[in-house]
């Protein structure tokens, strides 16, 4: 079975200040594992994705995670969080022949001045 | 590019009103999915369609929901009769084939009063 829990319903940072949003997941086969980005009145957006080539992905925005299959996690990080970067983040898991995309019930970042 | 277009953005209608949401998937993608976000659940399944045939429809309500991919450029969700259970953001994606990253719309707000 496969599932995905963010750790942080809400996450809160200044500008300027990085950003880590957390992600565990369960597969019971070789998952590929995405984060996307819903600002608000938006479909949701992906940022980046994994699908068992290098470990650590960047994506769009300054974004990056990394996957670490001794811990299952799959957490997101920027360096430097900006203002344009509040938005809802949901991590998001499938796996086998996928056949359907598991959500993360959402982390909302807030950036503060 | 032209992403995923979904309409109206907006729908308020009464109860008992049949409801119709319209769905345009990026040229070229074969898989379409429908999904429901609320608060309360967040993200949620409903139906996704594979080269035009639904393959998984266990997300779907009950029997007031259903859709349709007549062609591999159109889908519609309908709710017959709406009921102000149903009020949420709608949003359609699709994707090139079932295990490749969604593209989602910008969502169909509907409000059943």
């Known amino acids: 079975a496969q599932s995905v829990t963010q750790l942080d319903s809400h996450v809160s940072v200044s500008e300027g200040t990085p950003v880590l949003l957390r992600c565990n997941y369960s597969?019971?086969?070789?998952?590929?594992l995405f984060w996307y980005v819903q600002h608000p009145n938006k479909g949701l957006q992906l940022l980046l994705k994994y699908t068992s080539a290098a470990t650590l992905v960047k994506g769009i925005n300054g974004f990056e995670a990394e996957f670490k299959k001794s811990e299952t996690s799959f957490h997101l990080t920027k360096p430097s969080a900006h203002m344009s970067d509040a938005a809802e983040y949901f991590c998001?898991?499938?796996?086998?022949?996928?056949?359907?995309?598991?959500f993360g019930s959402g982390t909302k970042l807030n950036v503060k001045p | 590019d032209a992403g995923v277009i979904q309409s109206p953005r907006h729908e308020v209608t009464e109860m008992g009103q049949e409801v119709t949401l319209r769905c345009k998937p990026i040229?070229?993608?074969?898989?379409l999915f429908w999904y429901r976000q609320t608060m309360m659940r967040g993200l949620e399944l409903l139906i996704y369609?594979?080269?035009?045939?639904?393959?998984?429809d266990s997300g779907m309500p009950e029997d007031r929901f259903s859709a349709k991919m007549p062609n591999a450029s159109f889908s519609t969700l309908k709710i017959q009769p709406s009921e102000p259970r149903d009020s949420a953001v709608y949003f359609c994606?699709?994707?090139?084939?079932?295990?490749?990253?969604?593209?989602f719309g910008d969502g169909t707000r509907l409000s059943i009063l």
């Open positions: 040229s070229g993608h074969n898989s």
């Open positions: 994606a699709s994707s090139l084939q079932l295990n490749q990253p969604q593209h």
């Open positions: 998001v898991v499938s796996a086998g022949n996928f056949n359907k995309f598991y």
């Open positions: 369609f594979n080269n035009n045939v639904p393959i998984d």
């Open positions: 597969s019971s086969y070789s998952p590929s």
